[in-house]
């Protein structure tokens, strides 16, 4: 099985034989003048990281990560196979592991009757399982929808929390792309909150207040 060491080593490879062709034509290059920023880069996007993500989270800049990403085009197709199989490694074994995690549960509750589960008990793994389907899924390439069945069990967490505060509830999320998933615990309710919310954010309806550092006076004889 297919292991992180062995894929920054294959990154470490890629890099040397990027080198290698920039030094002979004497080209300036990322790659040459930092190579650790540059393995940085391909592990992140290799391991399903968008570019967006890259730059707002990691703090890349942008024009950094596209020039990167061109100069390895030709290898991120073995990066992204090897670091699927990792995906799908991290995958199993949290599969594994939460099968493992509810049978305890189970056995628990069957020998102390009085004994009280709540969704929370096995919420992170669930979410941790979700996570890792998603990353195994983007780092082979495949695309994914904010709709497909991996958000549900984090869906799930934002209902069961959203369910024990408010009698009513809507949320709505996107991602990077800009699709969009709502959902709602009653319809009615849920088109008057969406309404209600529409209303509020309105332009008209919306009020700004500007901060000055000094006296506005001041800045008005500027």
């Known amino acids: 099985m297919a292991t ?16 290698k062709e920039k ?7 990322l790659s040459r003048h930092n190579p650790e920023k540059v393995a940085e880069i391909l592990y992140l996007y290799s391991t399903g990281s968008s570019q967006t993500r890259i730059v707002k989270k990691y703090g890349m800049d942008r024009g950094t990560v596209i020039s ?3 100069d390895y085009a030709d290898h991120l197709g073995k ?16 599969s594994s592991l939460e099968e ?3 049978e305890k ?28 389907s998603r990353e195994a899924l983007t780092a082979r ?14 869906y799930d967490q934002i209902r069961g929390i959203l369910g024990e505060h408010f009698e009513n509830y809507c949320f709505i999320v996107m991602d990077e792309q800009g699709e969009v998933f709502f959902d709602y615990n009653h319809l009615p309710a849920g088109r008057m909150l969406l309404h209600e919310m529409e209303y509020e954010i ?5 009020e700004i207040e500007w901060d000055f550092d000094g006296d506005p006076e001041d800045l008005e004889e500027e």
């Open 100 to 102: 493992d995690l509810i």
């Open 4 to 19: 992180k060491e062995e894929l920054i080593s294959q990154i470490s490879d890629s890099i040397q034989d990027i080198v």
């Open 105 to 132: 549960v189970r056995d628990r509750m069957e020998n102390d009757p009085e004994m009280e589960v709540s969704f929370k008990d096995l919420k992170e793994l669930s979410i941790a399982k979700a996570n890792a």
């Open 23 to 29: 030094e002979a034509i004497q080209a300036r290059s």
């Open 68 to 70: 990167v990403l061109t």
């Open 141 to 154: 390439g495949e695309p994914r929808s904010i709709i497909d069945d991996s958000y549900e069990p984090i």
């Open 202 to 206: 309105r332009e008209d309806n919306l």
């Open 79 to 94: 990066f992204r196979d090897l670091s699927g199989k990792i995906a799908a490694k991290n995958y199993l074994n949290l």
